[in-house]
């Protein structure tokens, strides 16, 4: 999480996240900030679900899609970087 983090603010010209909480932290806070958020007719973007989904290993292997399908991927620093940009520049012109 915090390598994608680092590879998102780099796109986008933002400083990643530097203070990281232990997911015990962050549950309570999600669970304390979630029902304020809702209260206050926003959406629960903290949520306990949110903070357990972020601490969840998303690791893949693609050997077999290598071998058999003669896939080549880009990196993902890469795709990130050029989706990222993207995005960034649709937002500024209005052509979300």
Do not use: C, H, N
């Not at 795709?79 to 649709?90: F, I, N, P, V």
Request: aromatic content about 10%.
């Amino acid at each position: 999480m915090r390598e994608i983090l680092r590879v998102w603010g780099e796109a986008i010209g933002r400083l990643p996240p530097f203070i990281w909480l232990p997911r015990p932290v962050a549950l309570a806070q999600a669970a304390l900030v979630a029902p304020r958020l809702r209260l206050l007719g926003q959406p629960a973007f903290i949520s306990p679900g949110v903070v357990r989904s972020s601490f969840v290993s998303f690791r893949y292997r693609s050997d077999k899609a290598v071998d058999q399908l003669e896939v080549v991927f880009m990196p993902a620093e890469q795709a990130w970087e050029e989706t990222l940009r993207e995005e960034a520049a649709r937002a500024q012109s209005g052509r979300v």
